[in-house]
């Protein structure tokens, strides 16, 4: 598999972007808000499938390997995390909205593509997020919780911040794609 010197440096750029949108918190009812499932969204739709989801299993790799990438720190303790299951669906996640961005056969004007490739996503994410939980919460911590109880904590309390983090990808994307094909920038 061959890389471009530009595709490395847009891979590399929104690894960091998230790392950085994982540490900004945006006061929220409930809990705080992070922008990284925003970023995550974007790589994909952007940057399309490949890139999209390298960019989120280098930022995986660097938080794994220590850097301070995720919202809770680093290191390897990660996969004894309750949020791996999330981590691991930001990478599927990203692949899966750029496909649908990139791989179907509509027009890149058309924002209702953007849209599901957006809320399929955050699907992806918050599925991957509840197996992570569910085996974080029941065989590692030792609790006996159900999969409903999953959801109440691991979706409900982020859903609508995540709402509104998937309009905002939609729209951005749906903005900046089209011109950036336009101008030769993005070719997948």
Sequence with gaps: MRFS???????????VLTAVSAQIRIPFPIVPMTLHVFVVLLAGMLLGPKNGALSQLLYFLLGVLGLPFFAGGG???????????????????????????????????????????AFVGLFVIYCMGMVGLYVNLNLIAGKAVSWFGVFKIGVMPFLLSDIIKGVGAT???????PLLQKSGFITI
């Design 5 to 15: 010197v530009r595709s490395m440096a847009i891979v590399s750029l929104f690894s």
């Design 75 to 117: 290191g390897v303790q990660i996969f004894l995390s309750p949020t791996i299951g999330y981590l691991v669906g930001f990478v599927i996640a990203s692949w899966v909205a750029g496909s649908i961005v990139w791989k179907i056969d509509i027009p890149k004007e058309n924002i209702f593509l953007y849209g599901i490739a």
């Design 171 to 177: 729209f951005f994307a749906w903005r900046i794609v």
